[in-house]
């Protein structure tokens, strides 16, 4: 039976955790789920700050959370959003994490929680074949997302939040006619790009998810008598008489006697209202379907997906998302990223790793395939420095399903393909973890060598590491008796980082 796991979203108004027990079918059952009110993102500016009370109050929440994942023996996995993206000091509370809770945070761009949002909803319902227009509004952000089968279509964050809306146009969650004009009037604004991307490409069915959706759902339900059981949907006439209850009392005391508001919302239920209404009215949205799923699920489920060796009904977003910038660029370029480097890397990789264990892990080995497959992109702009050029166009390409440090990884091991070694003095390699570092050249080490042995093709049928005393030998499988006399020689004048790696030498034998 696989280890559980533990899925934590820090999120800039709550703390989730759901820890789960998966089977070798890629399903999973709930064992535990906690939800906590941290407000990380209250009172800091426009959310360039984490306070010392709020940053306080996060560090004593992931301390229990933590807890009761380790006491289930489950892996962690915990992302934070907009609070921590935002924020100026959020390397301080990441840093107060990892020390005092032992726990790796990785802080996920806007577009990447829309993924996982949309993940964790098709979890929830049966859309997977509908093409949905997905809305989470979180305390600091909110992510729209059109996608169809699994595959997002269209994503974007944008800086509209019940917190952010809250600190900036009804302080201490008073209401003004004054404030609420202008706060719609902010809100049609920003959605301006998104309205136009969405309308384009359409969608069948609109999901919202989130705390403030949750709670305008349970508000009208309670006051239709809606069964607690009955399918979550709000009615967009239903939506127009809620928020104008919620709106025609001026103070959070009184708004907080409402049926079915939390207290603990009844500050910034107004700004995430308005901002729902106003969603709806420019996206054209008559019904809004509720997800009790989301980001916490999302988390689990790609975490469940990167260790199975299954699809699990879910098409690989990373795989998909990596071979579409490689064909967009080939198709500028005119250079196609030879299978071969890919193949070659890939079982270089496993001989490597099976003579020296710590080399790399299995997801390093996919790391690797994505650096190969994209060594090349940096020809569209010049060829002479393409190895730099292929870092900054992998750096900061939306490359979906990947982590912030996933995604620099691959663009150094691309950018280390050819030319100098890394080196301390570079700002991007030398800012890295000694451990991040290592692989980055371990794996840059991989990938010049399966560069150099696939220089004329995918003449290499397979490859065999082979330890002779204090030297190694690969042993090279060609295809139909392909001459291999050049792949070897490219192959070794391009060895020395492998060498330092092994702490040998390298002959190749055909």
Known sequence: MPRPIAAMDLGTNSFHLAVVQPDDQGRFEILSTEK?????????????????????????????????????????????????????????????????????????????????????????????????????????????????????????????????????????????????????????????????EIKSRGYEMAIGSSGTIETLWDMIRLRKKIPELAEPVIHLQDLDRVVDDILSIEGPEKRAKLDGLDEKRADIIVGGAILIQESARLLGISSLYFSRYALREGVVFDALQ?????????????????????????????????????????????????????????????????????????????????????????????LLGFSPIEIELIALVARYHRKGEPKQNHPEYGSLAKSTQSRVYNLAAILRVAIGLARLGDLIEDLKLETTGKNYIIHLKPRQGADLSIPIWAATLKCEMLEKVLGSRVEFKA
Do not use: W
Request: aromatic share 6%; proline share 3%.
């Open 36 to 196: 906590e009110a941290v407000r990380l993102g209250s009172g800091g500016g426009d959310l360039n700050l984490i306070l010392p009370d709020a940053m306080e109050r996060g560090l004593t929440v992931l301390k229990r959370f933590t807890a009761i994942s380790r006491s289930m023996n489950a892996d962690i996995r915990a992302v934070a959003t907009s609070a921590v993206r935002e924020a100026k000091n959020s390397a301080e509370f990441l840093e107060r994490v990892k020390k005092e809770c032992g726990l790796d945070v990785e802080v996920i761009p806007g577009k990447e929680e829309a993924r996982l949002i949309y993940l964790g909803i098709l979890q929830c319902l049966p859309v997977y074949d509908k093409r949905v227009l997905t809305i989470d509004i979180g305390g600091g952000s909110t992510e729209y997302l059109v996608g169809k089968s699994g595959i997002p279509e269209f994503a974007v964050s944008l800086k509209l939040g019940a917190i952010r809306l809250k600190d900036r146009f009804f302080p201490g969650g008073v209401v003004t006619d004054k404030a609420v004009s202008e706060c719609r009037q902010f809100v049609r604004i920003a959605l301006t790009g998104a309205r136009d």
């Open 306 to 398: 990167r260790k199975s060796d299954h699809a699990l009904g879910i098409p690989d977003v990373r795989r998909s998302s990596v071979d579409r910038l490689a064909e967009s660029f080939a198709r500028v370029t005119q250079v196609v990223h030879a299978p071969g480097v890919v193949n070659v890397a890939a079982r270089l990789f496993d001989e490597v790793t099976a003579t020296r264990p710590g080399i790399g892990t299995l997801e390093d080995r996919f790391l690797l395939e994505c650096a190969a497959k994209l060594h090349n992109v940096g020809v569209a702009i010049s060829h002479g420095s393409h190895h730099k050029h292929s870092y900054y166009i992998i750096r900061n390409s939306d």
